[in-house]
């Protein structure tokens, strides 16, 4: 059973115009949020994060975004680089009974030129 | 400064075989983690180290799974003997504080015929 979930397996978004993907969870004790950048053959890259006292965080043209009570979560890029395509993961921690981060499937952009 | 480092990148290896996977974290890192990812689906937390201590190996799928983290610095993944389904990309991860962003290493792809 999938705690964070990523509907969308994969967005594609011309360049210049802004790319928004959507993470949702089930756990209401998560408490610290994370998206992570990932391109062929390597690991994950940390790209942004938010605790959950916060409903926005932004850093350059990356922007996320908390809505507890829906349990959703968004990472807006803006404007899309061709360089932006890559597989995003929307990773939660979760501290009950230990520490863990929980990850989403990921979400494939597509950025066109 | 060096990043994460895995070794060996690839595997292959016949079921009832057995593999060892190293990883290096980030000199001076107390925490390392060990994910898995199956293709397409989410990285699945395997367990969490700190320095030599195993703080929660509750993601590690069964006995057939031994981490070790001899001396606080590198940790080993052995899979004895593998199963087909053991096969996918485990990627290591360290960081400085347990809040907050993970270094990932590049992963080793595993394939178990």
């Known amino acids: 059973d999938q705690q964070v979930k990523q509907n969308s397996p994969s967005l594609s978004v011309q360049e210049g115009r802004i790319s928004i993907l959507n993470c949702d969870y089930t756990?209401?004790?998560?408490?610290?949020f994370l998206w992570y950048k990932k391109y062929p053959a390597e690991g994950p890259t940390f790209l942004i994060s938010?605790?959950?006292?916060?409903d926005k965080n932004e850093d350059g043209r990356f922007t996320v975004f908390l809505n507890k009570s829906a349990k959703h979560l968004s990472l807006h890029i803006v404007p899309s680089q061709p360089g932006d395509s890559a597989v995003y993961f929307c990773?939660?921690?979760?501290?009950?009974?230990?520490?863990?981060?929980?990850f989403g499937a990921g979400t494939r952009l597509f950025v066109k030129a | 400064e060096a990043g994460v480092t895995q070794f060996p990148s690839h595997s292959v290896i016949e079921k009832g075989q057995t593999v060892t996977l190293r990883c290096d974290p980030i000199?001076?890192?107390?925490?390392l983690y060990w994910y898995r990812r199956v293709m397409g689906k989410e990285i699945k937390f395997l367990l969490h180290?700190?320095?030599?201590?195993?703080?929660?190996e509750s993601g590690m799928p069964n006995n057939r799974f031994l981490a070790e983290r001899t001396g606080g610095t590198y940790s080993t993944l052995k899979v004895q003997p593998a199963e087909l389904e053991d096969s996918g990309v485990y990627f290591c991860?360290?960081?400085?504080?347990?809040?907050?962003?993970?270094?990932f290493g590049p992963g080793t792809r595993l394939t178990v015929l």
């Open positions: 938010i605790s959950s006292i916060k």
């Open positions: 756990n209401s004790m998560f408490d610290y």
């Open positions: 000199s001076g890192h107390d925490n």
């Open positions: 990773a939660a921690h979760d501290n009950t009974g230990g520490f863990k981060t929980i």
């Open positions: 180290f700190v320095k030599e201590s195993k703080q929660d």
């Open positions: 991860a360290s960081s400085q504080d347990l809040v907050g962003k993970q270094f």
